[in-house]
């Protein structure tokens, strides 16, 4: 990763170190501040600017954000993808409703585990694992906020030695996130955005980046793509096969429609792609308690409403959604009613029966679902 060497200042003083992120982190107010920060700006970024903010769950298919943060910005900004590398002269925000981590192997991973501190994305998960990622050559920025989110994180990025920077309390329209950060001593400095900006500009901002050799277009992030290849699962009972793990490689999403039983499951499948999850009648244990017992997501242009046991829906899915997924029964089922596309992918878990063991798929070709499934080897 390209970086920039700059003096920064630690917990023993200043020093010479490169820099090979920012990470920033913002709650209420944080639009207006990260606007007033990017105008700021000059150049590109020698490394890679990554931002988790906190939102409401349903927003980010549009991806308002990242197109707003670009214009201001003057550079390119995404949405964070598991298993991706971010990289310099970009921006990149946190997805909603997902915590943002940093691996050592300075790739993105995305998880659904519970929240921390009523939180998802969580500032400090985020600021903590960037901090193993790249250690001292980090600058951590904590601005408005109104929950202590993110002030025990810029405390472990300072303590790492990295350079730490509150939002001044004259400034932040929410003061509670950089108060309690300045309160622990996180902060090396407490500025104005706009001194955060002239900062930067100083240290990681360059006219160009170095052009490398090509090898070729790269894919479109799946939020770009026309069409969507989905991943269906729903019943594993505590047994994620291997042909399940094979069926689902290369899809843009997993959606798991409940009685996991097992929270390594989710773990295990959020390392093949991002992952959506809804409770079922067998899931018992913290884990399990933290996870909704609905949810309605929007992927491809197309509205999914998801159920564990479809006879507990208590809403009229016409009109509001184009699918309806739901498990329970252990019999894959594919039904169109009133235009709304019902898909029971089966069972991927322990045989029952005469049941068969079985995965689904749903491709979204601009916003027009349709749904397969298929048997698996057991």
């Not at 407490?190 to 930067?200: D, G, N, T």
């Not at 079922?280 to 309605?296: H, I, V």
């Not at 997501?297 to 509205?303: N, P």
């Not at 089922?333 to 069972?347: A, D, T």
């Given at each position: 990763?390209?970086g920039?060497t700059?003096?920064?200042?630690?917990?023993?003083?200043?020093?010479?170190?490169?820099?090979?992120?920012?990470?920033?982190?913002?709650?209420a107010?944080?639009?207006?501040?990260?606007?007033?920060?990017?105008d700021?700006l000059?150049?590109v970024?020698?490394c890679?600017i990554?931002?988790c903010?906190?939102?409401?769950?349903?927003?980010?298919e549009?991806?308002?954000?990242?197109?707003?943060?670009?214009?201001?910005a003057g550079f390119?900004f995404?949405?964070?993808?598991d298993?991706?590398?971010?990289k310099?002269?970009?921006?990149?925000?946190?997805?909603p409703?997902?915590h943002?981590?940093?691996?050592r192997?300075?790739t993105?991973?995305?998880?659904v585990?519970e929240?921390?501190n009523?939180?998802?994305p969580?500032?400090?998960?985020f600021?903590?694992?960037a901090?193993?990622?790249?250690?001292?050559?980090?600058?951590?920025?904590?601005?408005t906020g109104?929950?202590?989110?993110?002030a025990?994180?810029?405390?472990?990025?300072r303590?790492a030695?990295?350079?730490?920077?509150a939002?001044?309390?004259?400034?932040?329209?929410?003061?509670?996130?950089?108060?309690?950060?300045?309160n622990?001593?996180?902060?090396?400095?407490?500025?104005?955005?706009?001194?955060?900006?002239?900062?930067?500009?100083?240290?990681?901002?360059v006219?160009?980046?170095?052009?490398?050799?090509?090898?070729?277009p790269l894919?479109?992030p799946?939020y770009l793509?026309?069409?969507?290849?989905?991943?269906?699962?729903?019943?594993?009972?505590g047994?994620?096969?291997?042909?399940?793990?094979?069926?689902?490689?290369?899809?843009d999403?997993?959606?798991?429609?409940?009685?996991?039983?097992?929270?390594?499951?989710?773990q295990?499948?959020?390392?093949?792609?991002?992952l959506?999850?809804?409770?079922?009648?067998?899931?018992?244990?913290k884990?399990?308690?933290?996870?909704?017992?609905?949810?309605?997501?929007?992927?491809?242009?197309?509205?999914?409403?998801?159920?564990?046991?479809?006879s507990?829906m208590?809403?009229?899915?016409?009109?509001?959604?184009?699918?309806?997924?739901h498990?329970?029964?252990?019999?894959?089922?594919?039904?169109?009613?009133?235009?709304?596309?019902?898909?029971n992918?089966?069972s991927?878990?322990?045989?029952?029966?005469?049941?068969?063991?079985?995965?689904g798929?749903?491709d979204?070709d601009?916003?027009?679902p349709s749904a397969?499934?298929q048997h698996?080897?057991?």
């Amino acid at each position: 990763m390209l970086g920039s060497t700059a003096i920064i200042k630690t917990m023993e003083g200043n020093t010479q170190k490169t820099i090979s992120g920012v990470v920033i982190g913002a709650s209420a107010g944080g639009i207006d501040a990260l606007q007033n920060f990017f105008d700021e700006l000059q150049g590109v970024p020698s490394c890679p600017i990554i931002l988790c903010l906190h939102r409401h769950p349903t927003q980010g298919e549009s991806h308002f954000l990242e197109e707003f943060f670009a214009k201001h910005a003057g550079f390119p900004f995404v949405e964070a993808h598991d298993k991706e590398a971010p990289k310099p002269g970009h921006g990149y925000v946190a997805p909603p409703n997902y915590h943002l981590l940093i691996e050592r192997d300075q790739t993105f991973s995305l998880s659904v585990e519970e929240r921390v501190n009523y939180c998802r994305p969580s500032i400090d998960l985020f600021f903590e694992s960037a901090v193993d990622a790249w250690q001292d050559q980090l600058v951590g920025i904590l601005l408005t906020g109104a929950n202590a989110d993110g002030a025990e994180g810029l405390l472990k990025i300072r303590e790492a030695g990295g350079h730490t920077i509150a939002q001044s309390l004259k400034e932040a329209e929410a003061l509670e996130m950089p108060s309690a950060a300045i309160n622990m001593g996180a902060a090396c400095d407490i500025l104005h955005v706009k001194e955060i900006a002239q900062y930067l500009n100083k240290t990681i901002m360059v006219d160009s980046l170095p052009e490398k050799p090509s090898s070729g277009p790269l894919p479109p992030p799946a939020y770009l793509k026309k069409r969507l290849h989905i991943g269906v699962i729903s019943d594993t009972h505590g047994l994620l096969r291997e042909s399940a793990i094979e069926a689902l490689q290369g899809v843009d999403h997993i959606l798991h429609i409940g009685d996991i039983c097992d929270d390594k499951i989710l773990q295990d499948l959020q390392k093949i792609a991002p992952l959506h999850v809804v409770r079922g009648n067998c899931d018992f244990g913290k884990w399990a308690e933290k996870l909704p017992m609905t949810e309605t997501v929007e992927l491809g242009k197309c509205w999914i409403y998801m159920i564990h046991d479809l006879s507990r829906m208590d809403i009229d899915p016409a009109g509001q959604c184009q699918v309806v997924l739901h498990g329970h029964t252990h019999m894959p089922e594919i039904q169109i009613i009133n235009k709304v596309l019902y898909f029971n992918p089966g069972s991927a878990g322990p045989p029952r029966a005469e049941k068969p063991i079985s995965i689904g798929f749903l491709d979204i070709d601009e916003g027009n679902p349709s749904a397969t499934w298929q048997h698996l080897k057991t």
